[in-house]
């Protein structure tokens, strides 16, 4: 009886192989672009609660006297190693009696698509204690 492998058989096993291994780099790319959106949308979400909690920080009194629209823009240090990205937030207070509305979106560039990306987040601040 012949003991161990072929040359046949070796090279049927390392096609099979090959084959798989082909496969798996193929997901490496995509699931480097899905991290680095979910790194945006973290930092956006960061950015945006960030200036949730400023509007909640002011008196309710003041920040009635306060209510706007507005934006801001600037590159968030945090983006890795190409140095930052650019982002645009924008804000809407709307005066609700003893609420007030915030609504702030967070958008900047999608480097894959032509268009931006944004996520948006709205809460809302009362006059009760």
């Not at 161990?4 to 496969?23: H, P, R, T, Y």
């Not at 480097?111 to 987040?121: A, E, V």
């Amino acid at each position: 009886m012949n003991k161990g492998f072929s040359i046949v058989e070796a090279i049927v096993s390392v096609f099979i192989l090959g084959i798989m291994v082909v496969a798996l780099i193929n997901f490496f790319p995509v699931s480097s672009a899905i991290n680095a959106r979910a790194d945006r949308l973290a930092e956006a979400a960061i950015l945006s609660e960030d200036f949730i909690e400023f509007f909640r920080s002011v008196p309710f009194d003041t920040l009635k006297d306060f209510i706007a629209t507005g934006n801001d823009s600037g590159t968030h240090i945090l983006g890795g190693v190409l140095g930052g990205w650019h982002f645009t937030r924008t804000w809407v207070l709307t005066d609700n009696g003893n609420i007030i509305q915030v609504e702030i979106r967070c958008s900047w560039p999608n480097p894959r698509k032509l268009g931006t990306s944004n996520i948006s987040i709205v809460t809302q601040i009362s006059d009760y204690e």
